[in-house]
């Protein structure tokens, strides 16, 4: 049971060509975090590994985690239980809903437990998960996303990842590390594994009152002496939400967590045909078009090396694909 835990798959370092790359002298490279595995895919593989870890360490015979009707999270973990053999439970935001997500979820099967809006605000009680924890004592609670120092743990190995395909690409060293952030999980573990070397930036997803910058200090914390600060990348904007000596935070919410417009939905397919690469407009696509505009405002010096990850998420995009198909 848990051999999720074994040695994460490589995900391939490739250069990106846009036009706007070109035209500013930037260099791009997108790590491929969502070819690691067809279902337990993108940055959740590395999140989940010291979850599981601590879940067989405890004697549980599966996980219980949370999420909503998209949730990649869930997805992940569900696809891990049903190949590996241990029990999974999502306790579901909102009510019951049909989504590509959810029957994956079933045909995995995961238990659902749907607890509507408000039952799923009470996740940050500090009781929420007793009543979990008495009903349930055989399975081991794993926070939503991953999220935590284990998941930033795990996510500390992607920057190795990154930095054993340099070759590949003639690169001597990258300046900056640019990727979506939904809960800031990915983000710390990276600026963990740097540890001052290089910055990283992170495109929130999300708005700012999600907390994001409040789990990213929760779990840099203890570790606060050890992250000497990086000398800063030539990145300006006063649309920095949140700047340290080893990562800033820039909003690419476009005005809420999940929200797109014909702009985003424009850009994602535009890049997508061009550089065959598949995004989604949650995260990846939010992420990339921000990057774009500090790119074309002259924000990145000429020269500057980054390198971009895609962190998975594309079976969330269904939904969207659907929604499309129907118009």
Same mark, same amino acid.
């Given at each position: 049971?848990?051999?999720?835990?074994?040695?994460?798959?490589?995900?391939?370092?490739?250069?990106?060509?846009?036009?706007?790359?070109?035209?500013?002298?930037?260099?791009?490279?997108?790590?491929?975090?969502?070819?690691?595995?067809?279902?337990?895919?993108?940055?959740?593989?590395?999140?989940?590994?010291? +979850? *599981?870890?601590?879940?067989?360490?405890? #004697?549980?015979?599966?996980?219980?985690? &949370? !999420?909503? @009707?998209?949730?990649? /999270?869930?997805?992940?973990?569900?696809?891990?239980?049903?190949?590996?053999?241990?029990?999974?439970?999502?306790?579901m935001r909102g009510h019951a809903v049909e989504t590509p997500t959810v029957l994956d979820l079933q045909a995995f099967?995961?238990?659902?437990?749907?607890?509507?809006?408000?039952?799923?605000?009470?996740?940050?009680?500090?009781?929420?998960?007793?009543?979990?924890?008495?009903?349930?004592? +055989? *399975?081991?609670?794993?926070?939503?996303? #991953?999220?935590?120092?284990?998941?930033? &743990? !795990?996510? @500390?190995?992607?920057? /190795?990842?990154?930095?054993?395909?340099?070759?590949?690409?003639?690169?001597?060293?990258?300046?900056?590390?640019?990727?979506?952030?939904?809960?800031?999980?990915?983000?710390?573990?990276?600026?963990?594994?740097?540890?001052?070397?290089?910055?990283?930036?992170?495109?929130?997803?999300?708005?700012?009152?999600?907390?994001?910058?409040?789990?990213?200090?929760?779990?840099?914390?203890?570790?606060?002496?050890?992250?000497?600060?990086?000398?800063?990348?030539?990145?300006?904007?006063?649309?920095v939400l949140s700047s340290t000596g080893n990562y800033r935070l820039v909003d690419a919410s476009r005005g809420g967590f999940?929200?797109?417009?014909?702009?985003?939905?424009?850009?994602?397919?535009?890049?997508?045909?061009?550089?065959?690469?598949?995004?989604?407009?949650?995260?990846?696509?939010?992420?990339?078009?921000?990057?774009?505009?500090?790119?074309?405002?002259?924000?990145?010096?000429?020269?500057?090396?980054?390198?971009?990850?895609?962190?998975?998420?594309?079976?969330?995009?269904?939904?969207?694909?659907?929604?499309?198909?129907?118009?």
């Amino acid at each position: 049971m848990f051999a999720v835990t074994s040695p994460m798959p490589p995900a391939p370092l490739q250069r990106l060509h846009f036009d706007w790359l070109q035209s500013a002298g930037v260099q791009l490279a997108i790590l491929r975090l969502d070819l690691v595995d067809p279902l337990i895919s993108g940055n959740k593989w590395f999140k989940l590994k010291h +979850h *599981l870890e601590a879940a067989e360490r405890a #004697g549980a015979r599966g996980v219980i985690s &949370l !999420g909503g @009707a998209h949730s990649n /999270h869930l997805h992940a973990l569900a696809a891990a239980g049903k190949r590996f053999g241990f029990a999974t439970l999502g306790l579901m935001r909102g009510h019951a809903v049909e989504t590509p997500t959810v029957l994956d979820l079933q045909a995995f099967g995961m238990e659902l437990h749907w607890l509507g809006y408000a039952g799923y605000r009470a996740r940050h009680a500090a009781d929420f998960w007793d009543l979990w924890r008495e009903r349930y004592p +055989h *399975l081991f609670p794993v926070p939503e996303g #991953g999220g935590g120092l284990d998941g930033a &743990l !795990g996510c @500390a190995d992607i920057v /190795h990842q990154a930095r054993s395909q340099l070759g590949q690409l003639d690169w001597q060293d990258y300046d900056a590390c640019w990727l979506a952030c939904g809960t800031g999980t990915t983000l710390a573990g990276l600026v963990l594994a740097e540890a001052g070397q290089h910055e990283v930036i992170g495109a929130m997803a999300v708005p700012a009152h999600h907390g994001v910058e409040r789990n990213i200090q929760a779990i840099l914390e203890p570790f606060a002496s050890k992250l000497a600060p990086t000398s800063a990348m030539s990145f300006r904007t006063d649309e920095v939400l949140s700047s340290t000596g080893n990562y800033r935070l820039v909003d690419a919410s476009r005005g809420g967590f999940a929200k797109t417009d014909s702009a985003l939905l424009d850009f994602m397919a535009h890049h997508e045909a061009e550089s065959a690469v598949p995004f989604e407009p949650l995260y990846t696509a939010k992420a990339l078009m921000v990057l774009r505009e500090a790119v074309e405002a002259g924000q990145i010096a000429e020269g500057t090396r980054l390198i971009f990850l895609h962190t998975g998420g594309l079976q969330g995009r269904r939904t969207f694909d659907l929604a499309s198909a129907r118009r």
